[in-house]
């Protein structure tokens, strides 16, 4: 089974509106964390957001904010204001285990949003 | 430039040929990573290391491929009789151990191995 699931190859948001990006998990770890990246065409990898898996609140960073829904294994990426510099591809990734022990990450397929003037 | 740098950021190499990449980390972060990703796809976990220990290995990690942290600080990849299903692009993260942190990695801009 996959570990990280991204439903939507690619994305269109209007400028100045708001998207949403889906990822589902899968872990029977009780301890995790859930991270967004970016990679512009440039090919970077950014770090956007993070959300650990005993935090109750959601995560925000400025214009990005994670939609964490622990039941529903799910944490999808919301952007809001868009903006043209924020076409990439977006990948959602999981680091399995307790804090501090390293475990390896895994990363999901991606989605490619385009922002439209 | 304080961040994870790589280098070289791009090689070609005919099949066969050995191929060495250099990750340098930001100078306090403890673990280091390396990540093969292809056209398409997000990145794909190939070993890491905390200090100079290499700490786990994927088991999609031919015996070809090799890395290295000797002191603890930069590190290097081997990839030894390169077959054109290895040209991809290298991806080296770093991060910071520590319990109470988000153990966010922070990625160099990778190296595109091109293998003809």
């Known amino acids: 089974a996959q570990k990280i699931t991204q439903t939507q190859p690619g994305m269109f948001v209007q400028e100045k509106e708001a998207v949403t990006l889906d990822c589902t998990y899968d872990?029977?770890?009780?301890?995790?964390?859930l991270f967004w990246y970016k990679q512009p065409s440039s090919g970077e990898m950014i770090f956007l957001i993070y959300q650990g898996s005993y935090d109750e609140q959601n995560a925000t960073e400025g214009r990005y904010s994670l939609n964490f829904q622990k039941a529903r294994k799910s944490a999808n990426l919301v952007i809001s204001a868009s903006q043209l510099g924020d076409s990439a591809m977006y990948f959602c990734?999981?680091?399995?285990?307790?804090?501090?022990?390293?475990?390896?990450?895994?990363f999901g397929t991606g989605t490619s949003l385009t922002v439209i003037p | 430039d304080t961040g994870v740098s790589q280098n070289p950021r791009h090689k070609i190499t005919k099949r066969g040929q050995n191929v060495t990449f250099r990750c340098d980390p930001i100078s306090e972060h403890n673990r280091l990573y390396w990540y093969r990703q292809t056209l398409g796809q997000g990145p794909e976990f190939l070993t890491y290391?905390?200090?100079?220990?290499?700490?786990?290995k994927s088991r999609l990690l031919s015996d070809r491929f090799s890395a290295e942290r000797p002191k603890g600080s930069f590190s290097t990849l081997e990839i030894q009789r390169t077959e054109q299903g290895d040209s991809a692009m290298y991806l080296c993260?770093?991060?910071?151990?520590?319990?109470?942190?988000?153990?966010?990695?922070?990625f160099g801009p990778g190296t595109r191995l091109t293998v003809l």
């Open positions: 993260a770093s991060s910071l151990a520590a319990l109470r942190s988000s153990v966010t990695q922070y």
């Open positions: 290391f905390q200090n100079e220990a290499q700490l786990e």
């Open positions: 872990t029977s770890d009780q301890s995790y964390g």
């Open positions: 990734a999981m680091r399995e285990g307790k804090l501090g022990t390293g475990n390896q990450f895994y």
